[in-house]
């Protein structure tokens, strides 16, 4: 079986035996019809699908592959027009957050859905016909369909839309070019990433937690900053020491940013502010005092002037 990054490179070097160039933001729309021959279209969904079938307005775009017609043409990508706002976890998603560029991601989408089927993988269905590649197949009249794809092809055509549109190598080569080490806040570089791959923040945060880049201040991943059973290591809770007390032993609230910045740069985590503020808190009160000598110690030596009436060694006290 090819795998969508293995797909992605053949058909990228297809697309420039075509004639096509290889640029970012990514030319998904004359990749599609250079490559595959699938043209693009508009359509207000209402005006094509049954609403007792569908929700016309919740569906981003459609294929219909070869033999499959729209008024009488196969090959089609179709894009609606009437997409309602996104809904994630059942909460209306701001526009702003996954509206531009949500065309390019549906047609890079809906090409790898037909990659998958028509050109690498359709021998792993050899058995079947290939009016039934693509089961089930709803009819909408005389003339179209529409094609609904099981779980496992919807992950492909997903992968594969990241793949081509945000390649490892020149995502990489983006945030070394823009100086990023380490965790970075997500927030003071979206807007160059959506310019620069022509995708929705959605994919960003996806496509950079799926290579391992880290980053906080996600709208849609957020866990990746939480480590609810992850406990602070005696190293870690020793470097955020270090890492107050260059703030004059005040919490760094007024520059948050650069302060968990490098927090996990220096511990190779990805721990929030707020986690790290509550963390300090608890080494002031004593509370990793019994489970790490060297943390009450550098509590009782060097922040006496942050907490003085919290300098007993608590760690021998009944209460821990």
Same mark, same amino acid.
């Given at each position: 079986?090819?795998?969508?990054?293995?797909?992605?490179i053949?058909?990228?070097?297809?697309?420039?035996e075509n004639g096509?160039? /290889? *640029?970012?933001?990514f030319p998904?729309e004359d %990749?599609?019809?250079?490559?595959f021959?699938?043209?693009?279209?508009?359509?207000?969904?209402? #005006?094509v699908?049954? *609403? =007792?079938?569908? !929700?016309p307005s919740e569906?981003?775009?459609?294929? $219909?592959?070869?033999?499959?017609? %729209?008024?009488?043409i =196969?090959?089609?990508?179709?894009?609606?027009?009437?997409r309602?706002?996104?809904?994630?976890a059942?909460?209306?998603?701001?526009?702003?957050?996954?509206?531009?560029?949500?065309?390019?991601q549906?047609?890079?989408? !809906?090409?790898? #859905? &037909?990659?998958?089927?028509?050109?690498?993988?359709?021998k !792993?269905?050899?058995?079947?016909?290939?009016? =039934?590649?693509?089961?089930?197949?709803?009819?909408i009249?005389a003339g179209s369909?529409? /094609?609904?794809?099981?779980?496992g092809?919807e992950?492909?055509?997903?992968?594969y839309?990241?793949c081509?549109?945000?390649?490892?190598d020149?995502?990489?080569e983006?945030?070394t070019?823009?100086?990023?080490?380490?965790t970075?806040?997500?927030?003071?570089l979206?807007?160059?990433?959506?310019?620069? %791959?022509g995708?929705?923040? $959605?994919?960003?945060?996806?496509?950079?937690y799926? @290579?391992g880049i880290?980053?906080?201040?996600?709208?849609?991943i957020? #866990?990746?900053?939480? %480590?609810?059973?992850m406990? &602070?290591?005696?190293?870690?809770?020793?470097?955020?020491?270090?890492?107050?007390?260059k703030?004059?032993?005040? #919490?760094?609230?007024?520059?948050?940013?650069? $302060?968990?910045?490098?927090y996990?740069?220096l511990?190779?985590?990805?721990?929030?502010?707020?986690?790290l $503020?509550?963390?300090?808190?608890?080494?002031?009160?004593?509370k990793?005092?019994?489970?790490?000598?060297?943390v009450?110690?550098?509590?009782?030596i060097e @922040?006496?002037?942050f907490?003085?009436?919290?300098?007993?060694?608590?760690?021998?006290?009944?209460?821990?």
């Amino acid at each position: 079986m090819v795998l969508p990054e293995d797909a992605v490179i053949i058909d990228r070097k297809k697309y420039v035996e075509n004639g096509g160039v /290889i *640029k970012y933001p990514f030319p998904i729309e004359d %990749f599609a019809i250079k490559t595959f021959g699938l043209d693009i279209q508009y359509e207000d969904f209402y #005006h094509v699908f049954s *609403k =007792d079938m569908y !929700e016309p307005s919740e569906l981003f775009g459609c294929l $219909f592959p070869d033999n499959r017609f %729209f008024q009488g043409i =196969d090959k089609v990508i179709l894009l609606n027009t009437s997409r309602k706002a996104f809904i994630l976890a059942g909460q209306e998603v701001n526009r702003a957050y996954w509206e531009d560029y949500a065309e390019r991601q549906t047609i890079a989408h !809906e090409v790898g #859905h &037909y990659s998958d089927k028509y050109c690498h993988n359709h021998k !792993e269905h050899k058995e079947v016909s290939q009016l =039934d590649l693509f089961l089930p197949t709803v009819i909408i009249d005389a003339g179209s369909s529409i /094609i609904v794809y099981p779980v496992g092809e919807e992950t492909f055509a997903n992968k594969y839309a990241r793949c081509l549109l945000m390649p490892e190598d020149k995502v990489r080569e983006f945030i070394t070019k823009n100086g990023v080490a380490g965790t970075f806040d997500l927030n003071s570089l979206i807007n160059k990433l959506k310019e620069n %791959f022509g995708v929705t923040q $959605f994919m960003i945060e996806i496509r950079l937690y799926e @290579l391992g880049i880290h980053f906080y201040n996600g709208v849609y991943i957020k #866990h990746q900053n939480r %480590f609810p059973y992850m406990v &602070y290591t005696e190293s870690s809770l020793l470097i955020l020491i270090d890492i107050v007390k260059k703030y004059a032993l005040r #919490h760094p609230l007024y520059d948050a940013d650069n $302060f968990v910045k490098e927090y996990n740069l220096l511990t190779n985590e990805t721990r929030a502010s707020a986690a790290l $503020f509550f963390a300090f808190n608890r080494i002031l009160q004593g509370k990793y005092d019994k489970k790490y000598p060297s943390v009450f110690e550098k509590r009782v030596i060097e @922040l006496a002037e942050f907490n003085p009436d919290r300098l007993q060694p608590v760690a021998m006290s009944e209460e821990q």
